[in-house]
């Protein structure tokens, strides 16, 4: 399996990418984007099987990061 992980905050994806044990959910590869067109880009040229992202990213939502591609999404909103 592979996992695409979208944040427009750089930290939060590095967490993410870096502190999650990926290798015990049995994923393959982690990919990371810190915008919507960058996301678009790998889901259209990597098989992506999860994707994690924020709610919404510098204005788009993760839907629309990946309408029509059939991938299960994550998604999330952080309020600080």
Do not use: Y
């Not at 393959?28 to 067109?37: K, L, P, T």
């Not at 029509?68 to 909103?77: A, V």
Request: proline residues 1%.
């Amino acid at each position: 399996m592979n996992v695409l992980v979208v944040d427009d905050q750089i930290p939060v994806v590095e967490g993410l990418v870096n502190h999650i044990h990926w290798d015990k959910l049995e994923v393959g590869r982690v990919f990371s984007a810190c915008c919507a067109e960058d996301a678009k880009k790998i889901i259209r040229d990597r098989e992506i099987d999860l994707l994690c992202a924020i709610l919404k990213c510098q204005g788009k939502t993760a839907l629309v990061c990946c309408a029509g591609s059939g991938k299960i999404i994550l998604t999330w909103n952080a309020f600080f």
